[in-house]
């Protein structure tokens, strides 16, 4: 490649007569090595103490970055612009327009990052009250970090942010451009920190997995055991009485709402016990009191037959003066014909169904059933317990061997490596050394046999 | 239109009185302009400094008022913006002009010969008064403005700077520094003179062995995009020669001023490469794969 230069330079196509002949006219070795020349570059350093992150001249710079442009703007019209002055005139201005077109880029990425806050903040504050909600079942140090990270970076304002980042990283460079280069870098820096949030899933992933291989500590066992004592404490709510009936309870609550939209003056809260009594009043009408079906049989063939001359009468005044008691009586009623219908013979007590007690209804049923349920699993939870407690210390027992096997290894690695170390030596070994080497290696078997004598329990038990 | 250089100068003149008049309207501007920045700045400082932003009424009030600064500053930019523009536009006109004159005084025949040192002051200085492009936000760089490559149905017009790939002896090809005489669109060819007067020769090529140079600089902290990247293998005017050679760019262009730093192709150097050299953005173009080989 040389030598073709060489030979164009023979030719006269090498254009370096000047140089041969050292001509202080022509352009010397790099042309471009005149800082004046270059505008860009501009690299007074006093007046920029404070780094400006906007891109512009200063005025008060004129002289020195535009000396052309403020001598031809400092004259009047009549002195006209010479042609020589062209040149330097056209690059003092393009690097004000470099400047200013960088200028229009600034304000505009800065608008649209306060918009872009404004919408993100907007966003936040609705699901601000979701995000406090998010159940954190385990906490992790981490995780707590970086989320206040994160909502440290959406709540500043990007500008001071952009700032003192171009600050920082600038630090005692005063290179105009260069700085220009670093707030450039400061935006991407910016940028690729939004874009890519830092990825911490692994560590998350083994925080998480780590307390189910964590060793058993006592902690635990106490735990297990405080477990076992509460379970074992808790006895079952007791069955509450039979209370009134829906019907009865919501039939009240009409009348009492009833009342109070007729008279407004009357708190809505309380149930008046006339609502009771009046419902009570216009029950006895039409309420059927009759409840077993012997009864009922008997009722509606003296009914057909208008007939009155059994004990029934009497117990048709008890219950009308009595009402309260009414439903016992019919009950005892109820009790006493089936009593008499099977001393008579009419009746066998195997084909009648059992008596029941009112108060023994489904739903009696099914607290029964889920008692019986809880209770069966409280057992089994207690068991459970019992055994995970047994295998725990069982695991620390374990645990403890280890610990000391670990240390016996270390021991025997030490003195592996001395006797290594003193064959290299050539250094005879001592009989006390050896009996240490045995007696090491003799506790390492030992304790191994221990720990595998011992039945497998956990994730520790290799 | 023949232009006299009666006209010419008038017209340069005229040029030059619009260009003065435009520059007492920017130096007005830019006062402007800095009274802008200045209350931004002072805005960005009381954004920053109170020590708590959790009063987030205050602060987005706060952002509203910093916004409306910036959105005033935007448009005192823009102002300013089309002012220099404008200027710019003078001084490239007043350029163009006397392009012309040239060319027409060089079809009249009275060349003027420089020497070899002058030639070479004159390419250093049209290198660095090519005219700047400084694209306006969202535009992309312009075909010929820096490495972007011209249209496919590009044409050079007379007076343009190209490389032109001509045999400079019986087996050896050289891509040299030309300028286009004419465009001979029957037979698609070229018409160019050795930008080196001293050649005294004149070429007909093949569009094929003609690429144009840029003529615009792209401004490497506006149209980063406009420029070759690091590593990119390209041709380059090898300095203080007429030639251009394959090179390797080293180092992109700080500044509009700034020329490349490329390391050009050389077995004489250990590496293959020869040390860095600055070469303007107007003298380093894309390779012709294939055709940039000299055999």
Known sequence: MLGKRMHHNSKGRLASKGHDNGKPSSPGISPYNKPAKIPGAISAGKTKVELCPIPYIKIQDNAVHLPRFTAIAARSADEPIGMDELDSLQLELESLLGNTALRIRYFQAEIESIDTNESKREKKGKAAGKQLQYPVKRKFPDDKLVKTNSTKLSNQPKVPKFKNLSNASSGGSHNYSNDIANSDNSVKLELSQFALPKNNIPYKFWSSVDPYCAPVTLDDIKFLESLLAQSSNTTLPPIPPLGRHYSEVWADEHLAEDQNASNPNKQKSSMSPEASSIRKKLDKTNENMITGPLTQRLVSALMEENLMNYEVPDIKVKQTTNTKSSYKNSLTLEKCLRKELVEQGILDPEDLPPLTNPADDEILAEIKKCQTELTAVKKDNCRNLKHLIGLCKQEMIRLNLKKQLDQVDMECIDIYKKMVAAKQKKRPITKKEKEDAWRAINEQIRLNKEINALPITGPNSS | ?295
């Not at chain 2, 001979?184 to 050795?194: F, I, R």
């Not at chain 2, 077995?267 to 003298?283: I, K, L, M």
């Open chain 2, 1 to 295: 239109m023949p232009l006299t250089a009666d006209v010419a100068a008038q017209q340069v003149q005229e040029r030059l009185r619009s260009l003065h008049r435009l520059i007492y309207d920017i130096e007005a501007e830019r006062a402007r302009n800095e009274q802008c920045i200045d209350s931004i700045l002072r805005a960005e400082k009381a954004v920053e400094s109170p020590p708590s932003n959790e009063d987030s009424s205050s602060s987005s009030q706060q952002q509203m008022q910093l916004k409306n600064l910036y959105k005033s500053g935007l448009s005192a930019a823009e102002q300013e913006e089309s002012l220099l523009r404008k200027a710019l536009s003078r001084i490239y006109e007043i350029r163009s002009i006397k392009n012309e004159r040239r060319i027409q005084a060089r079809y009249a025949g009275n060349k003027e010969t420089i020497g070899c040192g002058a030639l070479m002051k004159m390419l250093l200085s049209a290198a660095q008064t090519l005219p700047l492009h400084v694209g306006r936000v969202g535009e992309r760089a312009p075909p010929l403005c820096g490495a972007v490559p011209p249209d496919s149905g590009h044409v050079a017009k007379a007076g343009d700077a190209v490389a032109a790939l001509v045999r400079v002896s019986e087996k050896e090809e050289n891509w040299i520094l030309a300028e286009v005489v004419s465009w001979m669109p029957a037979q698609g060819k070229y018409e160019v003179d050795d930008i080196d007067e001293e050649q005294k020769n004149r070429h007909i090529l093949s569009k094929r062995r003609v690429v144009p140079l840029p003529l615009m600089r792209a401004d490497p902290r506006v149209d980063e995009h406009a420029l070759f990247p690091k590593g990119a293998v390209v041709m380059a005017l090898y300095p203080q020669t007429t030639c251009f050679y394959r090179a390797v760019v080293n180092r992109l262009p700080a500044n509009a001023a700034d020329p490349y730093e490329v390391l050009f192709e050389d077995s004489s150097y250990a590496d293959g490469y020869s040390p860095p050299e600055r070469v303007a953005q107007r003298y380093v173009i894309a390779i012709k794969e294939g055709k940039g080989r000299a055999t």
